[in-house]
Structure formats: C-alpha cells, structure tokens
Nanobody, 115 residues
Framework: VQLVESGGGLVQPGGSLRLSCATSGMIFTIYDMGWYRQAPGKQRELVARITSGGSTNYTDSVKGRFTISRDNGKRMVYLQMNSLQPEDTAVYFC??????????WGQGTQVTVSS
C-alpha cells in the first residue's frame, strides 16, 4: 500500500489550496479515508473523513472551509481548503480514519499559511 500526498505550499491568509492523495496497492473503493494534519509540537489530528459511500465529516475548526472528496476511478482523495488561516499551517497526510486499520503513512505535504 502506498499513499502519496501532494498539493501543499505557501499561501496567504484567506487563500485556498487543493490537496491530493494518490493511493495504490489497496482496494480503494471499500475504504473510508481521512485527511490528518500535524502542526509543529502538536499531535496529528483528523480533520476530515469520507466513507466509501461518500458521506463526509469534519472537525469543528475546518467545517465550512474544507471539503473532502474522492474519485474511486482514479483512487484519489482530495481536500479543498478555503479561507485558510495561519492556524491551518501543518503537514497534511491522508490515511484511513482512526477506527480503521491504519495504512503506512506517506510523506505528507506541507501547508504554510502566512502573509
């Protein structure tokens, strides 16, 4: 199994980014998936999850700003992030949600929100 995140970068407050997660080596369509982030000195936290059927859930701090989606044909998971704030600065990872068997972590993608 391999997870490869991309799409991060430096953005000004109020800006947007779209993260992508390419998966391989797994039967993607049966998995719930999630996006996590880890800020310096903090624990990794789940910010969004999507079920195999497309239902979504978000942590309160990103509700209304972030949108998780998936493309089963391409075996991809996406995170559209709008109205970004400095507190969103972190390394972002995709993986299964905490109540699923964890896959090997990818390298993550750095998101930095700064003026």
């Amino acid at each position: 199994v391999q997870l490869v995140e991309s799409g991060g970068g430096l953005v000004q407050p109020g800006g947007s980014l779209r993260l992508s997660c390419a998966t391989s080596g797994m039967i993607f369509t049966i998995y719930d998936m999630g996006w996590y982030r880890q800020a310096p000195g903090k624990q990794r936290e789940l910010v969004a999850r999507i079920t195999s059927g497309g239902s979504t859930n978000y942590t309160d701090s990103v509700k209304g700003r972030f949108t998780i989606s998936r493309d089963n044909g391409k075996r991809m998971v996406y995170l559209q992030m709008n109205s970004l704030q400095p507190e969103d600065t972190a390394v972002y990872f995709c993986n299964t949600p905490p109540d699923w068997t964890r896959l090997a972590w990818g390298q993550g993608t750095q998101v930095t929100v700064s003026s």
